[in-house]
């Protein structure tokens, strides 16, 4: 058991992210501006689960041994999340009828809180002025790698069974950019060499594809099944497909289509992904991430209690939440 979980760290630091979100908005007006209001319903209406907004702390501590310079690489986090969650949401067509905000209402919103407001914060006179322009080089990236894997992920909701191949490069850009993104902006602002910072850029991809990973799971085992619901080509999709044979293929392929509007569906479909050998194959691609984030985390060393901190959280990513498969006899 490690002496400081990120639970532990966001507990420690929640009023201070708290407070450098709101120092944030404040770019976007005064309260009760349209502009403001719209982001803080925005935030409102996607809170996150998980406060991995800790991440940037957690890198730069152990980069240093202190995590409070990376404060406001903690609201940039949150902010780009909660705007990337609600496109994804819309991209999987969920009106926003009846939530006060239209369509293009929540487009702009977004592309405030997830891109404007974060490219504000990073150009704050309270962060180091060499590293500014690299910080900005940083979201600018993540935000273009992030959409072509959202695009991806797009292109990949037929009825043609994905390859793991395919929805594993879609997850490094959808959610490797944006882990790698906020732990190389952390090693940038902690002074880290070029090699350092390219080695956390390397463990946020990790981390980012093994949370995708966890959030697939989490997707089955709560019963929400939206993926299921709204087509989605997950990497369990992928390897139930890879592990079926050429009709079970073809079947999964007709109730992926059908499962976003038929409750019958989701459950047969639901029933193929859970079979022993798509369990096995998802298993075996979460332990190869995890044992190469732990590698990558091994060669940066790092000062504790935070990087323990970060195993931990590498660990609890990768952790099951779906039966267990039957071993082959």
């Given at each position: 058991m490690?002496?400081?979980?990120?639970?532990?760290?966001?507990?420690a630091h929640a009023g201070a992210i708290e407070a450098e979100v709101t120092a944030a908005l404040e770019a976007a007006g005064p309260p009760g501006g349209l502009l403001?209001?719209?982001c803080e319903e925005l935030l409102d209406r996607?809170?996150?689960?998980?406060?991995l907004s800790v991440l940037p702390l957690a890198v730069h501590g152990a980069e240093t041994g202190d995590p409070e310079p990376a404060l406001?690489?903690?609201?940039?986090?949150?902010?780009?999340?909660?705007?990337?969650?609600?496109?994804?949401?819309v991209a999987d067509g969920e009106s926003a009828a009846g939530e006060g905000a239209?369509?293009?209402?929540?487009?702009?919103?977004?592309?405030?809180?997830?891109?404007l407001l974060p490219l504000r914060l990073l150009g704050s006179?309270?962060?180091p002025g060499p590293s500014q322009q690299s910080l900005a080089a940083e979201l600018i990236s993540c935000g273009l790698a992030a959409v072509g894997g959202q695009l991806a992920d797009l292109r990949g909701a037929s009825g043609i069974a994905p390859r793991r191949g395919a929805v594993l490069a879609a997850y490094r850009g959808k959610s490797g950019a944006p882990?790698?993104?906020i732990t190389g902006m952390a090693a940038l602002l902690a002074g880290a060499s070029p090699e350092r910072t390219a080695a956390w850029r390397e463990f946020g991809d990790l981390l980012g594809i093994l949370w995708q990973f966890f959030n697939d799971q989490e997707d089955i085992a709560s019963g929400r099944n939206e993926d299921l619901a709204n087509g989605t080509a997950t990497h369990l999709l992928a390897c139930a497909a890879e592990s079926a044979s050429l009709a079970e293929a073809a079947r999964l392929g007709l109730l992926r289509q059908a499962a976003r509007t038929s409750p019958r569906a989701r459950e047969e479909l639901l029933g193929m992904l859970l079979r022993d050998e798509a369990l096995e194959l998802f298993r075996q691609d979460v332990e190869r991430h995890r044992v190469l984030a732990h590698q990558v985390l091994g060669r940066l060393g790092g000062r504790e209690p935070y990087a323990s901190c970060l195993r931990d959280l590498v660990d609890q990513a990768a952790r099951?939440?779906?039966?267990?498969?039957?071993?082959?006899r």
């Open positions: 490690p002496s400081l979980t990120y639970q532990d760290l966001h507990a403001r209001t719209a996607q809170p996150m689960r998980y406060p406001p690489l903690a609201a940039v986090h949150l902010l780009w999340w909660t705007a990337a969650c609600r496109m994804d949401d239209s369509g293009p209402e929540t487009s702009l919103s977004t592309l405030a809180l997830g891109t006179p309270r962060l882990f790698a993104m099951p939440s779906l039966p267990a498969p039957v071993p082959a």
